[in-house]
């Protein structure tokens, strides 16, 4: 399917085509996953467990001591809740190693997303959506969370989407920015997303009070990780009544998605003076 999304597009056209991008897509996914009966019940429960599993530690220890530090039990299931669908959502829109982009620069499949008539840009956002294989996640994380709703956790829903979409960006940024590196080590980088992203799975269902104020500063900077749910959830629930905080997790995100952009365009330059070596004689997967 062709799509036309240059710099003459108005926006409502380049909309439809994000749109009919995302219906294509989902509805490639709907038949993958609909083959049988059995394989969409075992691509759920394995994503229910996997999600789980993640937080169960936080989970257990706050049921234990009735809370964590400063969180009440409910407010740390919050914080678990909103983790795992964050975690849900980029599986759904950056499905299919979108999100993994050192994977794709590093066996060369980037090349196979330049020659498509359509931008990058336009590409990352629609190729990776996949609403039913990487919506698991997601229902575990409603689970989860509608659990610590109650009248001891009423978050401020006025800035949930806002923040929910931040985190999202968060996590795709922290991955490009990393990922980046497999356009001057395509073979030594290629795997770097799978170890950024399992560091992101195994600090974000963690509240951070308490830590010293450089370590904080370094998890929602360097190791952005207190940005995929923490500081949102505490901007949500009212643990911090700063009228900008709500706004914080959205305004680092853009600064961090920024930062990522920069260093990605940088790769994508350098790739375009020495391309891929995969087709090569000497290539490392040819």
């Known amino acids: 399917m062709a799509v036309d999304a240059g710099p003459g597009r108005g926006v409502g056209r380049v909309s439809i085509d994000l749109c009919r991008l995302w219906a294509l897509y ?20 394995a994503d229910f467990i996997v999600g789980t599993s993640v937080v169960i530690s936080t989970w257990l220890l ?16 919050f914080l678990l ?58 229902v575990a994380g409603g689970i989860v969370l509608a659990s610590a709703i109650g009248p001891a956790v009423s978050p401020n829903w006025a800035f949930f989407a806002l923040n929910l979409v931040a985190s999202v960006a968060v996590v795709i940024a ?16 290629e795997e770097i997303n799978s170890s950024t992203m399992a560091m992101v ?47 914080l997790t959205p305004l680092l995100a853009c600064v961090l998605a920024g930062i990522a952009g920069w260093i990605f365009n940088r790769g994508l330059h350098h790739y375009g003076r020495t391309g891929s070596t995969r087709y090569l004689a000497h290539g490392h997967r040819r």
């Not at 049988?36 to 429960?45: H, I, K, R, V």
């Not at 794709?104 to 629609?126: A, K, N, S, Y």
């Not at 952005?224 to 500081?231: I, K, M, S, T, Y």
């Open 81 to 138: 809740g909103y983790s795992l669908i964050v975690r849900g959502l980029v599986e759904c829109l950056f499905g299919w190693n979108v999100s993994h982009i050192s994977r794709r620069i590093g066996r060369g499949q980037l090349d196979h997303m330049l020659l498509q008539p359509r931008p990058l840009w336009m590409i990352v956002l629609t190729e990776g959506f996949s609403p039913l294989t990487g919506s698991g996640m997601v």
């Open 201 to 247: 799975d195994q600090l974000r269902g963690f509240p951070l009070d308490g830590l010293s104020a450089p370590l904080i500063v370094t998890l929602l900077s360097v190791l952005p990780v207190g940005l995929v749910a923490w500081l949102p959830s505490r901007a949500l629930l009212g643990l911090d009544q700063s009228p900008i905080t709500p706004w």
């Open 174 to 189: 922290f991955s490009y920015a990393w990922g980046s590196l497999a356009f001057v080590a395509p073979r030594a980088a």
């Open 26 to 45: 989902a509805r490639m996914d709907v038949l993958w996953i609909g083959r049988a009966g059995s394989t969409a019940f075992m691509w759920y429960l």
């Open 62 to 77: 706050a049921e234990r001591f009735d809370g964590i530090g400063g969180w009440s039990k409910g407010q740390v299931f």
